[in-house]
Each structure stands twice: as C-alpha cells, then as structure tokens.
C-alpha cells in the first residue's frame, strides 16, 4: 500500500509541476489551483507512505528520479523544451540511482 500511495504523490507533484509551467509565473488561475491542489495532495500522500513504514531515502529518491525523468520527457514532448544527450544522460544516471538504492536494500 506505501507503494500505492507514493505512486500517487509523484503523479500529483508530476501534474503539479507541469501545471506550473502552464501557469505562466501563477498569472492564469486555473493553472495555478491545479499547481496548488496538486503539490498538497504528493504532500499528503507521501506522508502517508512514509507512516506506513516506507524508508525515507527510498521514498524521496523514488519520488524525485521517476519526477525528474517524467517531468523532463512531458516537457521535451509536449511543452516544446529541448532535449540533449547530455540531459539523457542525467535522466539515466538519476535513474541508476534509484536503482541502486533500492537493490542495497533500501525498499524491504
């Protein structure tokens, strides 16, 4: 259930930081409700998957690599920023890390 829950907050925080881009600096308000309700609701579930018991290095790691490359591809797809091999290439280490986290034991 932790899992569930963290899944949850980073799809939140993912169209919540998304929809601060489309905020334009907070100037269209429907935007920015969505920014607003979006990082209060990852804040509430990450709270909840960390009460049930998940490690927190393991939570904030998962939440910020899965973010960044999700943020990273909907901004190269659809809001027109470039992509370069170098920014891959950080997307695959910060991946990598994650990765490694988790096998050293961090999410059992």
């Known amino acids: ?37 979006g990082y209060v609701t990852a804040f509430l579930l990450l709270g909840q998957a960390l009460k049930l018991q998940m490690e927190v290095g393991t939570a904030y790691a998962v939440w910020s690599g899965v973010g960044t490359a999700a943020v990273a591809a909907i901004g190269a797809l659809f809001l027109g920023e470039t992509i370069t091999l170098t920014k891959v290439a950080g997307i695959v280490l910060i991946i990598g890390g994650v990765v490694v986290l988790n096998l050293a034991g961090g999410a059992h």
Request: charged share 10%; hydrophobic share 65%.
């Open 1 to 37: 259930m932790a899992w569930l829950m963290l899944a949850g907050a980073i799809v939140a925080e993912i169209l919540a930081t998304t929809s601060l881009k489309l905020s334009d600096g907070f100037a269209h308000k429907g935007w920015s409700a969505v920014v607003v309700a």
